[in-house]
């Protein structure tokens, strides 16, 4: 057994463990609030969030996949990897991240444990290429990034350091107050009559609650559903290097022939588990197009067609999937309750970073 395949073994383990917590149905509720962070540490971590020196050539920051202006997203169907690589899913969007019990599409991190999961995006070769031994030089030859750690983390720059402070900054970016929250709290009016009908279609006839459930709007469990396959990862050779590369590292049985992205199973490697992803959570959906695992259903609309056709065609496709009949107000009106899954804007301006400056060695 190698280590990547021991690895995911002990990946499966824990994924399956936490699959298991948690009920279906749960009422729609507002989410939770979270342990507050220190705001000294929120403020080096929202520096951090934005600083390219924390990838392996200082040209991309956090913010180049997860944009303040694009729902935390990147606004494109397959994100951008690291410089000279492209990659084969949807970049997805950071807002209320810290609620997700699993990280990623095919949740392959643990999403309770952020530091972890920041450290992945950090390091992961087509997300940011960073070695946290250079990140820590980084960091030293910046005399404000110095004074700030101590002030913030009550140390020099470290590595861990750097995650936790990542950590506090994305743990503040959640959704509050949406519409359906004041309406879930007895104010009248607060969604529209279209929106309204929405959420009974969304509670009834169109049966999106039996996975979109809970104060997340998520059952944080994994479904097929039949999404077409993006054509780009096979066609574009820069995103099927980094397919093939990928499904390497986990010990995908013959990742060198796959046309298809197997999402769940590339990590127990369970045959049922082929091509299931993680239900997302439809807070602020409205800002976070296009959908989908691939990007491959450009807009809400398309989202509606495809789920009142029954989804599509693959070997475990979720029973609880099934044509709709949904008339076009209908889908209308479902599509202004998710609008009202959108709260109050989450407004972070790009700081302005901290320069490099020369440094004295040894002591005076």
């Given at each position: 057994m190698n280590r990547f395949h021991r690895l995911g073994v002990l990946a499966a383990g824990a994924l399956l463990a936490a699959m298991a917590q948690g009920a279906a149905g749960e009422p729609l509720a507002a989410?939770?609030?979270?342990?507050?962070?220190?705001?000294a540490q929120?403020?080096?971590?929202?520096?951090?969030?934005?600083?390219?020196?924390?990838?392996?050539?200082?040209?991309?920051?956090?913010?180049?996949?997860?944009?303040?202006?694009k729902g935390w997203g990147d606004g494109k169907a397959l994100s951008t990897g690291y410089p000279g690589s492209e990659y084969f899913r949807n970049s997805q969007s950071i807002v209320?991240?810290?609620?997700?019990?699993?990280?990623?599409?095919?949740?392959?991190?643990?999403?309770?444990?952020?530091p972890t999961l920041v450290r992945d995006h950090l390091t992961e070769a087509?997300?940011?290429?960073?070695?946290?031994?250079l990140l820590i030089e980084r960091m030293r030859q910046v005399p404000e990034y110095e004074e700030t750690f101590t002030k913030?983390?009550?140390?020099e720059p470290t590595y861990g350091r750097i995650l936790n402070a990542i950590t506090a900054f994305v743990q503040t970016i959640a959704s509050r107050n949406a519409a359906l929250d004041r309406h879930l709290k007895g104010e009248a009016g607060a969604l529209s009559p279209a929106a309204a009908e929405g959420l009974g279609l969304f509670q009834g006839k169109a049966g999106c609650i039996q996975c979109h459930d809970g104060a997340l709007l998520s059952d944080q469990k994994f479904h097929a559903l039949g999404v077409p396959e993006n054509a780009a990862v096979y066609a574009e050779p820069l995103r099927h290097i980094t397919f093939r590369r990928f499904m390497k590292t986990l010990g995908v049985p013959n990742?060198?022939?796959?046309?298809?992205?197997?999402?769940?199973?590339?990590?127990?490697?369970?045959?049922?588990?082929?091509?299931?992803?993680?239900?997302?959570?439809?807070?602020?959906?409205v800002l976070t197009a296009?959908?989908?695992?691939?990007?491959?259903?450009?807009?809400?609309?398309?989202?509606?067609?495809?789920?009142n056709r029954g989804g599509g065609a693959h070997p475990n496709k979720s029973p609880l999937l099934r044509p709709l009949g949904l008339a076009d107000g209908e889908k209308?009106?479902?599509?202004?309750?998710?609008?009202?899954?959108?709260?109050?804007?989450?407004?972070?301006?790009?700081p302005i970073l901290p320069d490099y400056k020369l440094r004295t060695l040894g002591k005076n």
């Open positions: 989410l939770p609030p979270l342990p507050a962070p220190k705001p929120v403020a080096l971590g929202r520096l951090l969030f934005f600083d390219p020196r924390l990838s392996g050539d200082a040209a991309i920051s956090c913010a180049t996949c997860h944009d303040p202006k209320n991240a810290a609620y997700y019990r699993r990280g990623y599409w095919d949740g392959r991190m643990d999403g309770r444990d952020l087509h997300f940011m290429q960073a070695d946290g031994r913030a983390m009550g140390g990742y060198d022939n796959l046309r298809e992205d197997v999402g769940l199973y590339g990590v127990t490697k369970e045959p049922g588990d082929r091509g299931k992803f993680r239900t997302p959570s439809l807070r602020e959906v296009p959908y989908m695992h691939n990007g491959s259903l450009a807009t809400l609309d398309d989202v509606m067609d495809f789920y209308r009106a479902l599509v202004e309750f998710l609008k009202s899954l959108s709260g109050e804007p989450i407004v972070v301006e790009r």
